[in-house]
């Protein structure tokens, strides 16, 4: 099992930037992939960021040069840090982890709003 704790959504001004993290917990050795994902209202939840063990990475064309994943294997933590935010931005946050198994796990989500 991996339990994940997102924090550091909030509310911000357009143009402006905000860091998510992602403590990760568990059985963190099994982890192969480390993601955030967002769900705005009324729309489907999608992918906007990804790394892999082997330093692939993957980003939401919208956000691409934008949005930047990253980890700190020493505090078992995950980051996304989003520059330029827009009001298309607005979403909950969800950080997950995809272990051997495969095993996806998932946060209780962080609400990102973004103001014009």
């Known amino acids: 099992q991996v339990q994940l704790a997102e924090s550091g959504g909030g509310l911000v001004q357009a143009g402006e930037s905000l860091t998510l993290s992602c403590a990760v917990s568990g059985r963190v050795f099994d982890i192969y992939a480390w993601g955030w994902y967002r769900q705005a209202p009324g729309k489907e939840r999608e992918l906007v960021g990804r790394i892999t063990i082997d330093g692939r990475s993957t980003y939401l064309d919208s956000v691409e040069g934008r949005f930047t994943v990253s980890r700190d294997n020493t505090k078992n933590t995950v980051y996304l840090q989003m520059n330029s935010l827009n009001p298309e931005d607005t979403a909950v946050y969800y950080c997950?982890?995809?272990?051997?198994?495969?095993?996806?796990?998932w946060g209780q989500g962080t609400q990102v709003t973004v103001s014009s």
């Open positions: 997950n982890t995809v272990s051997y198994g495969p095993n996806s796990y």
